[in-house]
């Protein structure tokens, strides 16, 4: 698996309150040893460095308790593992948040593990998670936010949330209650899929269809991303900006698939 991460201020804060994870790895399964790969982009808030703070240490403890269940074979790759680690990445968070400096800090944080052709996604917030191929791009995650329930009830439309008043406004987040429950969804890759994690700082001011055409013309997983970021700031770079494109190799192929299902074998 080929990857690559940006990591940007952008042109209006003074502060980067995101933070990134992105880790490749063999993988020891039943059926033998998979290429794998852990990604997690993470955007905080909360005033002063508390954003920071928050990101930072959701990152870390997400990623330590994937990382040591999966080496110590106390679970498998899934989406009950994704689950467990996004409830001690909110504990923790929430624990440091009780300290009166960091008192109303909070994150997102969406996050993929790639085990061979399977996918595992965790998502809390506005961070996204897309798949692109030269066919399409397709939002995996949906924002927990107050525009994306007002485009859901049919209000606005999904344009005019990019520019509405209260495009900031986020309605779940780790570290703001002791119960934080992330959507969980689980993805079947094939040959020619791009995975990108991604904080608002991107997809708040980029168009899903440039994004598209930017990461397909990059020749590599790290030209897509600081493509990306280059794109974010053109258009104003108004907040951090998170970018990671990861492009798993050696996948079957989706048209094989459905010849294979589709075939009529005759004696």
Not at 12 to 30: H, I
Not at 152 to 174: C, F, K, M, Q, Y
Request: proline share 3%; aromatic share 4%; charged share 20%.
């Amino acid at each position: 698996m080929e990857t690559g991460y940006g990591w940007d201020t952008g042109l209006v804060r003074k502060l980067n309150e995101d933070s990134v994870f992105c880790c490749t790895f063999d993988l020891r399964t039943s059926s033998g040893t998979v290429s794998a790969g852990l990604l997690a982009v993470a955007d905080g808030m909360g005033g002063h460095d508390a954003g920071e703070v928050a990101s930072d240490l959701a990152i870390r403890i997400f990623q330590a308790e994937c990382i040591s269940g999966l080496l110590a074979r106390q679970a498998a790759p899934g989406l009950p593992l994704m689950a467990s680690a996004f409830s001690k990445a909110n504990d923790a968070v929430l624990e440091v948040a009780s300290e009166r400096s960091l008192q109303g800090m909070g994150t997102t944080l969406t996050a993929a593990l790639v085990a061979d052709q399977d996918m595992f996604v965790a998502h809390i917030g506005d961070s996204r998670c897309y798949i692109i191929n030269s066919r399409e791009i397709i939002q995996v995650t949906t924002d927990h936010s107050v525009v994306q329930e007002m485009v859901d009830t049919g209000h606005i439309s999904a344009e005019e949330a990019l520019t509405h008043p209260r495009r900031n406004e986020i309605t779940r987040v780790l570290g703001y209650s002791d119960v934080s429950t992330p959507d969980l969804i689980q993805i079947k890759l094939y040959a020619g899929d791009n995975i990108l994690l991604c904080s608002d700082g991107l997809c708040g001011v980029i168009p899903a269809d440039r994004i598209q055409e930017t990461l397909l013309a990059a020749h590599s997983p790290a030209q897509a991303c600081d493509d990306l970021v280059s794109q974010a700031n053109l258009a104003g770079g108004p907040d951090n900006i998170s970018v990671i494109v990861a492009r798993p190799v050696g996948l079957p192929s989706w048209q094989a698939l459905i010849s294979a299902k589709t075939g009529v074998k005759t004696t």
